[in-house]
T-cell receptor
Framework: EDQVTQSPEALRLQEGESSSLNCSYT??????LFWYRQDPGKGPEFLFT???AGEEKEKERLKATLTKKESFLHITAPKPEDSATYLC?????????FGTGTRLKVLA | ETGVTQTPRHLVMGMTNKKSLKCEQH?????MYWYKQSAKKPLELMFV???????ENNSVPSRFSPECPNSSHLFLHLHTLQPEDSALYLC??????????????????FGPGTRLTVL
């Protein structure tokens, strides 16, 4: 069965304390893995697409990596403005499946 | 207007009402989507239109009826809803393959959502 599991469900970090969010997946015919950021009361904002194992993408303090079974979103020296829910999604033929997200809170 | 817009932002309706949600994308994309977001649940893909063809989602109740008159506009018509339909309804758009090519299913750009409350 196709599914996406994100962990942890919630994460509290001190400003500057680096950490990683996990997205594990099972999907037949993976076409891509996507990371989004969602702020309260807003729609998700696209961050990264990863297509194949070993691929990495970076944007400011965020770095996304992909293996055959999971993806990590590494957050280096986070700031309070990085607080949000981070969503992972995978696409296959005629399917687009989201995980339930990781709620990140960065304390000043 | 830029990006993806949705109206109204908030909607309260009774179970016997009929209402419509509207979405417009200004990104020149060829695919549009409706999602339902409920607390503690993953985003649920309801409908996809690609090159104005609709991908059916058999798990969506018939009280939700989508309409895509062109690649920039998408509607979700609501009638005789239930309280459990209360949720955030999100519209998104993307650029990609048509349905015959396996669907567009790539990076998507979302609107701000409509917060729906069914009494």
């Amino acid at each position: 069965e196709d599914q996406v599991t994100q962990s942890p469900e919630a994460l509290r970090l001190q400003e500057g304390e680096s950490s990683s969010l996990n997205c594990s997946y099972t999907v037949s015919g993976l076409r891509g893995l996507f990371w989004y950021r969602q702020d309260p009361g807003k729609g998700p904002e696209f961050l990264f697409t990863l297509y194949s194992a070993g691929e990495e993408k970076e944007k400011e303090r965020l770095k996304a990596t992909l293996t055959k079974k999971e993806s990590f979103l590494h957050i280096t020296a986070p700031k309070p403005e990085d607080s949000a829910t981070y969503l992972c999604a995978v696409s296959g033929t005629y399917k687009y499946i989201f995980g339930t997200g990781t709620r990140l809170k960065v304390l000043a | 207007e830029t990006g993806v817009t949705q109206t109204p932002r908030h909607l309260v309706m009774g179970m016997t009402n009929k209402k419509s949600l509207k979405c417009e994308q200004h990104l020149g994309h060829n695919a549009m989507y409706w999602y339902k977001q409920s607390a503690k649940k993953p985003l649920e893909l309801m409908f996809v239109y690609s090159l104005e063809e609709r991908v059916e989602n058999n798990s969506v109740p018939s009280r939700f009826s989508p309409e895509c008159p062109n690649s920039s506009h998408l509607f979700l018509h609501l009638h005789t809803l239930q309280p459990e339909d209360s949720a955030l309804y999100l519209c998104a758009s993307s650029q990609g393959a048509g349905i015959a090519g396996g669907g567009p299913y790539n990076e998507q750009f979302f609107g701000p959502g409509t917060r729906l409350t069914v009494l």
